[in-house]
């Protein structure tokens, strides 16, 4: 993976994914699934399945900032890592503990 640059931290190296998706629990669905669909014999039921994956594909398949968790990494040769690079300061984040 290259290096890119956080717009909110300014940080500068290699970006961590968001999270990862389950095997174990898209395996079971799929299983599940099947299983209705034989006994049913109703063909789109696989379409739940097929949904539940491609959601997991599309959103857990980000990349956060290692330092500040942000999502907003951007490549260092891109506009805005080009920006960041020239204007280092980073953009002070509150971040209140709820108890």
């Known amino acids: 993976m290259k290096n890119k640059i956080c717009t909110e931290c300014g940080h500068v190296?290699?970006?961590i994914p968001q999270a990862k998706s389950s095997f174990a629990v898209d395996a079971m669905i799929w299983f599940y699934f099947i299983f209705l669909t034989a006994l049913s014999q109703l063909l789109p039921l696989l379409l739940v399945p097929l949904t539940w994956s491609l959601y997991h594909l599309v959103?857990?398949?980000?990349?956060?900032?290692?330092q500040c968790g942000s999502l907003e990494m951007v490549g260092l040769h891109s506009h805005s890592g080009k920006e960041?690079?020239?204007n280092p300061h980073p953009i002070t984040v509150t971040r209140f503990k709820i108890s």
């Open 84 to 86: 960041k690079l020239e």
């Open 13 to 15: 190296g290699k970006p």
């Open 59 to 66: 959103m857990f398949n980000r990349v956060k900032c290692p």
